[in-house]
C-alpha cells in the first residue's frame, strides 16, 4: 500500500524511519520437487554497469509498466504514478496483491546512509523500498522490503539490512522526479529491449554487487548474483520475454483483454525472486506482492529450455496472484491456480499436465477422475487429488469455449470490488460453502447452462442448497452434452 508522506519526518535533512509491516504469512504452493539451499551473501562494489534500470520500451501498453525513465546522467528517476497493489487487486477482484514496485537497478549497503532528493510538481510523492521478499527468513525484518516515505527535497535513508532498492508512487499520472544523490551502487541489470546481452554480460564480470535483476515492462527477476552466474550461459532476452509471454498467457485466461477500464492488465509489474530458504516440502510460493523460488528451482526458473517444459512451477504460482477471491474455497486454492498454469502450457505449445499419466495406476488424470466418478458417497473435497479437481474445471473450457474462464472472470470483477485481501487459506466452513456456491453459480452464468448436475451431481462439489436455488433460479437449460465426458 502507498504510505502517507506524513509519516516522514518534516525536518529538511532528518533521516527517514520504515514504516512497519504485520506478520506476513506465505502459501506453500504445490510446484515439483527440489530442496531448499542456503544462499551466499556476496561483497558490495563500487563498480557501475553503464546500462541504467529504465523500464523497457518493449512489450504491450499496460498501465504503470514502462512509466519511468532515467535523466541522460542515470542519477534520476522520473516517475508516473499508477494505482497501488491495493487499488489494483480490487479492480481486479483478486485474492493477493501483485507488486507495485518500480525497479531502480541500485543496491544500498547495510547501514548506508542513502541521500535522495524528490520534486514533486503535482503533490503525489513516492516511498522507497530496500530489501527484498523472503517470507522463510527467521529474521522478520528480513521478510519483505523495508518501506521508507519520502517527502519533498532531500531525504536520508539508512536501512540496518540493505538490499535493493525500489520506489513505489500510487495516484494515476502524477509526475514525481527522484534523485540519487549519494549511498547507492549500481547493481547489474538486464532490461528487455534495451540492454545487449554482450553489456549485461560485462556487468555480471565487473559488478559484484550481491544482487542482479532482469527487467521487462511486466516483470522483475531478482536474483542473488550468485545464483545469476550460474545461469549466465542463457539468452536473457528469450528468457524474459518468455517471462512476458507466461504473464501475457495469465492474462488473457483472466479476459483482461476485452478494452473496458475494468478489464485492463494490472499496473505495474510481477516480481519474481530468489528466496533464501523454504521449508520441508515448499518448492515455490506465492504472497502478497511476489512470487518466491529457493536456489534449488532456478534450473527452471532461469533456463530458457527449462521455463518452456518444465516451467510449471512459475505457471503455477504466478496464477496465485490471478486467483479471484469470490470463488476461491481454501480446498480450491491449489485447484484453480492451475486454470492459469493449464493456459500458459497451451500458450507455449506444451502438453497438457492432465494428459500426464501416472506410472502407479497407467492412467491419466481425466482417465483416474472419470474411474471415482458415480462412487458411492464421493467427495469433490475429499476424495479427489489436485489434479483431478481440476479436471471439471478444464472440461468447462471444452464444453463452453476457450472464452469460458475469460469471461466468468469479467463477471466476477463486474460484480466483486470489495472483497478483502487473503490472509489465510483455512476458511471457515460458512466461507468456504459461500465460495463452491459462487463457483457454481458464476459457472452457471457464464455457460448460459445449468451446472448443478455436473458440479454438485457428477462432481460431487460442495454446492449446498442456497447454491442450487440460485442456480434453479437463473432458470438456465441444462448442457446439450454432458461436459465430464469431455477430453483434451
Keep these: 500500500m502507498p504510505v502517507s508522506p506524513a509519516n516522514a519526518s518534516s525536518a529538511s535533512h532528518a533521516s527517514v524511519s520504515p514504516l512497519g509491516f504485520g506478520r506476513r504469512s506465505i502459501l506453500a504452493a504445490l510446484a515439483g520437487g527440489g530442496a531448499a539451499l542456503a544462499l551466499g ?3 558490495a562494489s563500487a563498480a557501475a554497469p553503464a546500462e541504467s534500470a529504465a523500464g523497457s520500451t518493449v512489450g504491450p501498453a499496460i498501465a504503470g509498466a514502462g ?3 532515467w535523466n541522460r546522467s542515470g542519477d534520476t528517476l522520473l516517475l508516473k504514478a499508477f494505482p497501488d497493489a491495493e487499488t489494483e487487486r480490487m479492480r481486479l477482484a483478486r485474492s493477493l496483491r501483485a507488486s507495485e514496485f518500480v525497479p531502480t537497478g541500485r ?5 548506508e546512509t542513502v541521500t535522495v532528493h524528490v520534486r514533486s510538481a503535482e503533490g503525489t510523492l513516492p516511498v522507497l523500498h530496500i530489501g527484498t521478499f523472503d517470507d522463510y527468513n527467521t529474521v522478520p525484518a528480513l521478510k519483505a522490503p523495508r518501506a521508507y516515505p519520502l517527502r519533498p527535497g532531500p531525504n536520508r535513508i539508512s536501512d540496518p539490512h540493505g538490499g535493493p ?3 513505489s508512487c500510487a495516484g494515476h499520472g ?4 527522484v534523485t540519487f544523490v549519494s549511498g547507492t551502487t549500481r547493481m547489474a541489470v538486464f532490461t528487455l529491449g534495451r540492454t545487449s546481452e554482450a553489456e549485461f554480460q560485462r556487468q555480471l564480470d565487473a559488478v559484484t554487487v550481491p544482487w542482479v535483476e532482469l527487467v521487462t515492462d511486466r516483470a522483475i527477476l531478482t536474483l542473488t548474483r550468485e545464483g545469476a552466474l550460474l545461469y549466465r550461459d542463457q539468452d536473457h532476452a528469450a528468457l524474459m520475454s518468455l517471462f512476458d509471454t507466461v504473464i501475457d498467457s495469465h492474462d488473457r485466461i483472466s479476459g483482461l483483454d476485452s478494452g473496458r477500464p475494468l478489464d485492463r492488465p494490472k499496473a505495474g509489474r510481477y516480481h519474481f525472486t530468489e528466496v533464501s530458504v523454504v521449508p520441508k516440502g515448499v518448492t515455490a510460493y506465492a504472497w502478497h506482492g511476489h512470487n518466491g523460488f529457493p536456489r534449488a528451482y532456478l534450473d ?4 530458457v529450455t527449462n521455463l518452456t517444459t518444465r516451467g510449471w512451477g512459475l505457471y503455477h504460482e504466478l496464477g496465485h496472484l490471478n486467483q479471484q477471491a469470490a470463488y476461491q474455497a481454501g480446498t480450491l486454492t491449489e485447484v484453480t491456480v492451475n486454470v492459469y498454469s493449464l493456459a500458459a502450457q497451451r500458450t507455449l505449445g506444451r502438453p497438457s499436465n492432465l494428459l500426464t499419466v501416472d ?5 491419466d488424470w481425466f482417465q483416474s477422475a472419470r474411474a471415482k466418478l458415480g462412487t458411492p458417497g464421493l467427495s469433490y473435497v475429499d476424495d479427489l487429488g489436485p489434479y483431478e479437481k481440476l479436471v471439471p474445471l478444464r472440461q468447462l473450457e471444452l464444453a463452453f469455449g476457450d472464452d469460458f474462464w475469460p469471461r466468468l472472470h469479467r463477471l466476477v470483477r463486474t460484480e466483486h470490488q470489495h472483497d478483502a485481501p487473503v490472509e489465510d487459506y483455512d476458511h471457515p466452513p460458512e466461507v468456504e460453502a459461500r465460495q463452491y456456491r459462487a463457483l457454481a453459480t458464476y459457472a452457471s452464468h457464464t455457460a448460459g447452462r445449468d451446472l448443478t448436475d455436473f458440479l454438485a451431481g457428477t462432481w460431487a462439489m460442495p454446492v449446498d442448497a442456497r447454491g442450487r436455488a440460485e442456480i434453479a433460479a437463473l432458470r438456465l437449460p441444462r448442457p446439450d452434452t454432458d461436459p465430464s465426458t469431455l477430453t483434451d
Design 165 to 167: 532498492v525500489y520506489l
Design 41 to 43: 551473501a556476496g561483497s
Design 107 to 111: 543496491h544500498a549497503a547495510a547501514g
Design 300 to 303: 527452471r526458473l532461469c533456463s
Design 174 to 177: 502524477q509526475r514525481a522526479a
Design 359 to 363: 506410472p502407479k495406476t497407467g492412467l
Design 67 to 69: 512509466t519511468e525513465r
